[in-house]
Protein backbone atom coordinates (compact mmCIF):
# COMPACT_ATOMS: atom_id res chain seq x y z
CA UNK A 1 0.00 0.00 0.00
CA UNK A 2 0.72 3.47 -0.46
CA UNK A 3 0.92 6.34 2.04
CA UNK A 4 0.88 9.90 0.67
CA UNK A 5 1.29 12.43 3.72
CA UNK A 6 0.09 16.14 4.02
CA UNK A 7 1.44 18.74 4.95
CA UNK A 8 -1.20 18.80 7.81
CA UNK A 9 -0.18 16.23 10.45
CA UNK A 10 -2.79 13.24 10.72
CA UNK A 11 -4.60 13.29 7.55
CA UNK A 12 -3.32 9.72 4.77
CA UNK A 13 -4.10 9.14 1.67
CA UNK A 14 -3.82 5.31 1.42
CA UNK A 15 -3.76 3.25 -1.92
CA UNK A 16 -4.40 -0.25 -1.38
CA UNK A 17 -2.30 -2.35 -3.64
CA UNK A 18 -5.21 -3.69 -6.12
CA UNK A 19 -4.79 -7.13 -7.70
CA UNK A 20 -6.77 -7.35 -11.34
CA UNK A 21 -7.20 -8.83 -14.29
CA UNK A 22 -9.88 -9.62 -17.45
CA UNK A 23 -12.67 -10.63 -14.62
CA UNK A 24 -11.98 -7.92 -12.28
CA UNK A 25 -10.28 -6.65 -8.49
CA UNK A 26 -9.56 -7.79 -5.45
CA UNK A 27 -7.77 -5.08 -2.61
CA UNK A 28 -7.81 -5.24 1.28
CA UNK A 29 -9.40 -1.54 2.08
CA UNK A 30 -8.95 -2.65 5.75
CA UNK A 31 -5.79 -4.50 7.65
CA UNK A 32 -5.32 -3.68 11.35
CA UNK A 33 -2.10 -5.07 11.05
CA UNK A 34 -1.20 -2.69 8.30
CA UNK A 35 -2.92 -0.22 8.98
CA UNK A 36 -1.11 -0.16 12.42
CA UNK A 37 2.04 -0.28 10.42
CA UNK A 38 1.40 3.65 9.31
CA UNK A 39 0.37 5.45 12.13
CA UNK A 40 -3.72 3.70 12.08
CA UNK A 41 -4.13 1.56 15.11
CA UNK A 42 -7.61 2.39 15.77
CA UNK A 43 -10.57 0.12 16.93
CA UNK A 44 -13.55 0.99 14.60
CA UNK A 45 -17.02 0.59 16.10
CA UNK A 46 -19.15 1.94 13.13
CA UNK A 47 -19.14 1.53 9.79
CA UNK A 48 -21.60 3.77 7.76
CA UNK A 49 -22.88 4.21 3.85
CA UNK A 50 -23.84 7.33 2.54
CA UNK A 51 -25.20 7.82 -1.48
CA UNK A 52 -25.21 11.35 -2.67
CA UNK A 53 -25.85 13.15 -6.05
CA UNK A 54 -23.68 14.85 -7.97
CA UNK A 55 -23.50 18.26 -6.48
CA UNK A 56 -24.59 17.06 -2.60
CA UNK A 57 -21.68 18.59 -0.42
CA UNK A 58 -22.05 17.10 3.16
CA UNK A 59 -20.43 19.06 6.62
CA UNK A 60 -17.78 19.96 7.78
CA UNK A 61 -18.93 17.81 10.48
CA UNK A 62 -17.55 16.59 13.76
CA UNK A 63 -18.55 15.29 17.41
CA UNK A 64 -17.31 16.81 20.34
CA UNK A 65 -16.79 15.26 22.84
CA UNK A 66 -16.46 11.67 21.49
CA UNK A 67 -14.44 12.45 18.22
CA UNK A 68 -14.64 10.39 15.76
CA UNK A 69 -11.74 8.88 13.37
CA UNK A 70 -13.11 8.32 10.01
CA UNK A 71 -11.48 6.13 7.70
CA UNK A 72 -13.41 6.66 4.22
CA UNK A 73 -13.62 5.88 0.85
CA UNK A 74 -15.69 5.91 -2.11
CA UNK A 75 -17.12 2.34 -3.66
CA UNK A 76 -19.05 4.29 -6.92
CA UNK A 77 -18.59 8.11 -7.60
CA UNK A 78 -16.46 10.51 -6.76
CA UNK A 79 -15.72 12.45 -4.20
CA UNK A 80 -13.88 16.09 -2.57
CA UNK A 81 -12.90 14.63 0.84
CA UNK A 82 -11.93 17.79 3.38
CA UNK A 83 -10.65 17.23 6.69
CA UNK A 84 -10.08 20.19 9.10
CA UNK A 85 -8.50 20.30 12.42
CA UNK A 86 -10.29 21.82 14.86
CA UNK A 87 -8.42 20.71 18.33
CA UNK A 88 -7.24 23.19 20.42
CA UNK A 89 -3.49 24.03 20.88
CA UNK A 90 -2.47 21.93 17.67
CA UNK A 91 -0.12 23.82 15.81
CA UNK A 92 -2.63 23.39 12.40
CA UNK A 93 -5.74 24.97 13.85
CA UNK A 94 -8.01 25.57 11.41
CA UNK A 95 -5.58 24.02 8.66
CA UNK A 96 -7.47 21.72 6.20
CA UNK A 97 -6.19 18.61 3.61
CA UNK A 98 -8.07 17.17 1.24
CA UNK A 99 -8.11 14.35 -1.48
CA UNK A 100 -10.03 13.40 -4.59
CA UNK A 101 -11.47 10.03 -3.57
CA UNK A 102 -12.89 7.54 -6.73
CA UNK A 103 -14.21 4.42 -6.78
CA UNK A 104 -11.94 3.65 -9.90
CA UNK A 105 -8.61 4.40 -8.02
CA UNK A 106 -9.98 2.85 -4.92
CA UNK A 107 -8.05 5.11 -2.49
CA UNK A 108 -8.75 5.55 1.39
CA UNK A 109 -9.26 9.22 3.65
CA UNK A 110 -7.56 8.79 6.87
CA UNK A 111 -9.41 11.69 9.37
CA UNK A 112 -8.23 11.64 12.63
CA UNK A 113 -10.44 12.32 15.67
CA UNK A 114 -10.11 16.30 16.48
CA UNK A 115 -11.24 16.65 12.64
CA UNK A 116 -13.92 18.09 10.65
CA UNK A 117 -15.45 16.31 7.91
CA UNK A 118 -17.13 17.03 5.14
CA UNK A 119 -17.40 16.05 1.49
CA UNK A 120 -19.09 17.36 -2.19
CA UNK A 121 -20.32 14.16 -4.47
CA UNK A 122 -18.93 14.75 -8.08
CA UNK A 123 -20.57 12.35 -9.55
CA UNK A 124 -24.24 10.65 -9.26
CA UNK A 125 -24.79 7.88 -7.15
CA UNK A 126 -21.41 8.65 -5.07
CA UNK A 127 -21.09 5.65 -2.25
CA UNK A 128 -19.31 7.18 0.86
CA UNK A 129 -17.98 4.13 2.95
CA UNK A 130 -16.88 5.67 6.67
CA UNK A 131 -14.92 3.74 9.12
CA UNK A 132 -15.54 5.10 12.43
CA UNK A 133 -13.72 4.84 15.59
CA UNK A 134 -16.80 5.97 17.97
CA UNK A 135 -20.52 5.46 17.84
CA UNK A 136 -22.65 8.65 16.63
CA UNK A 137 -23.95 10.27 19.02
CA UNK A 138 -26.21 13.15 18.10
CA UNK A 139 -26.04 15.10 21.55
CA UNK A 140 -22.46 15.74 20.51
CA UNK A 141 -22.34 16.71 17.19
CA UNK A 142 -21.63 20.15 15.55
CA UNK A 143 -20.88 21.98 12.64
CA UNK A 144 -18.83 24.46 10.68
CA UNK A 145 -19.86 26.20 7.70
CA UNK A 146 -18.37 24.09 4.79
CA UNK A 147 -18.04 27.60 2.62
CA UNK A 148 -16.29 29.16 5.87
CA UNK A 149 -13.70 32.39 4.19
CA UNK A 150 -11.29 32.11 6.97
CA UNK A 151 -11.03 28.06 6.25
CA UNK A 152 -10.49 29.01 2.61
CA UNK A 153 -11.24 25.32 1.61
CA UNK A 154 -10.43 24.69 -2.31
CA UNK A 155 -14.07 22.95 -2.96
CA UNK A 156 -14.05 22.15 -7.05
CA UNK A 157 -17.02 23.96 -7.93
CA UNK A 158 -16.78 24.45 -11.35
CA UNK A 159 -20.37 24.07 -12.88
CA UNK A 160 -21.72 22.63 -9.72
CA UNK A 161 -23.97 24.58 -7.50
CA UNK A 162 -23.73 22.68 -4.32
CA UNK A 163 -26.53 21.06 -2.36
CA UNK A 164 -26.67 21.90 1.29
CA UNK A 165 -28.78 20.32 4.02
CA UNK A 166 -30.63 23.16 6.17
CA UNK A 167 -28.77 22.00 9.33
CA UNK A 168 -25.08 22.79 7.13
CA UNK A 169 -26.22 26.10 6.12
CA UNK A 170 -27.38 26.97 9.10
CA UNK A 171 -23.64 25.89 10.63
CA UNK A 172 -21.32 28.86 12.56
CA UNK A 173 -18.05 29.75 10.71
CA UNK A 174 -14.84 28.85 12.11
CA UNK A 175 -14.16 31.69 13.73
CA UNK A 176 -17.89 32.14 15.68
CA UNK A 177 -17.63 27.94 16.63
CA UNK A 178 -13.88 28.31 18.04
CA UNK A 179 -15.22 31.80 20.15
CA UNK A 180 -18.10 29.65 21.39
CA UNK A 181 -16.83 26.47 22.57
Not at 67 to 91: M, N, T
Request: hydrophobic share 40%; charged share 25%; glycine share 8%.
Amino acid sequence: MKVNRFALEGPLEIEPRKFGDARGFFLESWSRRAFAEIGIDQDFVQDNHSRSAKGVLRGLHFQDPMPQGKLVRVSSGRAWDVAVDIRRGSPSFGQWAAVELSAERCNLFWVPPGFAHGFLSLADDTDFLYKCTDYYALEHEGAIRWDDPDLAIAWPLEGIVPQVSAKDERAPSFREWSAGS
